[in-house]
Each structure stands twice: as C-alpha cells, then as structure tokens.
C-alpha cells in the first residue's frame, strides 16, 4: 500500500499562472482533505470531500477550487497563482467523515508563486 | 469558535529529557483531540488521540490526558530519544458541524544526543 501519494513534490509559478495539484489514495476512504501548512499557522483545510461526488468549503477555499474524480482522486486546482498561496499543500484521507476518523496524508507539494 | 493553542517553540531537549509540550483548546459541543507528528521532509501521522473527557492517549511511550476542566491536552513523554525530534500538532475536531479538523501551529521539538 502506497497511502496516500502526491504530485507533484515541488513546483514554482509564476503569478497568473495555472496548475493542479494531484492526490490519491490507496486505502478505500470515503473522505479526502486538502489542507496548506504556513509557518505560524498550523494546517488549515481548503477543502474537503465527505464521500465520492461530493465537495464542501474548508476554511480558506478563495482561490482554489477541487474534483473529487472518483473515490480514489481528489485533485486541486489554482486558477490564477497568487504569492499568497505559496505554502506547503498537503492531501489526506480518512475512513469517513467526521474527525474522530483518523487522517492518513501524504509527503505534501511545496508551491511557491513568484 | 474553534481553536487550538500550542506551546512556542522550538523545544530543545537533551537525549532522555522529559518531555512537556502543553495545548490548550477552545471548542463547540464535545471535541475528540489528537496529536499528530510530522517528521522532517514527511506528512502527518497520528500519533495519539482521546475522544471523552478523562480519557488518556498512549502510544510509543507519549501520553496525554483529555482535561475538560482545564480545556487542556498537554503531550508528555518521560525520557525523549533523537528519533522524536520532528513538529507535534495538536488538534481537535468539535464532533458538530463539519466534523472537520482544526490545528495548533505546531512546536517543533529536537533531541540531542
């Protein structure tokens, strides 16, 4: 079992520009996370998925949007590359819903926009 | 409001220190806490949690008690080794709602030998 992967490990934008952020996971989880890691701020989630087909708002979701592809993917996307969004993002996947599930997360992709 | 409020860091501890690294929360309804681990170049992994009041967390020789009167989650572990040098988060997830996760800014600890 690999977990949870993530591509890719390292990009730098420019700002203005595009990309999408790629997870999977291995473990038939219904729930999958996306969360940034800045210094001084602890994790803070963008966005999540409770279960395949759904999507739902975290806590800072400006700037960002998500696909749930199938149960296994959940992707997500910058529009139009800010310097605020450099930051470490990281991916996770739980069982199901609600946070006494454990979260499983990947190696993290660190984004820095010029 | 949620919130999770963690000890400054960094913590710098000689091999077979103990170890506190104190937490403090503020939550809606009743929240299960966490304490998760990140290891350098890694992501995070859970490392204990408690889901009622007075329950205690262990794992790997770390503990933490779930103290509702205190609304406190403290991390301790009596004699530390260089291999538990990395971020400790605690965390907590209020159980209403989104159900979803809310984080410390995370204490970075090194041991040396």
């Known amino acids: 079992n690999a977990g949870v992967t993530q591509t890719p490990k390292f990009q730098v934008l420019k700002t203005g520009q595009s990309m999408t952020l790629q997870c999977a996971q291995d473990m038939n989880h219904n729930s999958m996370y996306w969360y940034r890691q800045d210094p001084g701020m602890g994790l803070r989630l963008i966005y999540y998925s409770a279960s395949e087909g759904t999507t739902d708002k975290g806590e800072v979701p400006n700037g960002y949007n998500v696909s749930r592809l199938n149960k296994r993917e959940f992707s997500l996307r910058l529009e139009s590359a800010a310097p605020s969004q450099t930051s470490v993002y990281f991916c996770a996947s739980s069982l199901d819903k609600g946070g006494y599930n454990e979260q499983f997360f990947g190696p993290g992709t660190r984004l820095t926009v010029l | 409001g949620n919130s999770v409020t963690q000890m400054e860091g960094p913590v710098t501890l000689s091999e077979e220190a103990f170890l506190t690294i104190n937490c403090t929360y503020t939550?809606?309804?009743?929240?299960?806490l966490f304490w998760y681990v990140q290891y350098p170049g890694e992501g995070l992994q859970l490392l204990l949690k408690a889901t009622k009041a007075d329950d205690k967390g262990s794992n790997k020789g770390f503990e933490a008690t779930y103290r509702k009167e205190t609304t406190s989650f403290h991390l301790e572990k009596g004699s530390v080794q260089v291999s538990d040098s990395a971020v400790y988060f605690c965390a907590l997830s209020d159980q209403t709602g989104a159900n979803n996760l809310f984080f410390g800014t995370g204490t970075r600890l090194t041991v040396i030998p």
């Open positions: 939550a809606t309804g009743y929240p299960s």
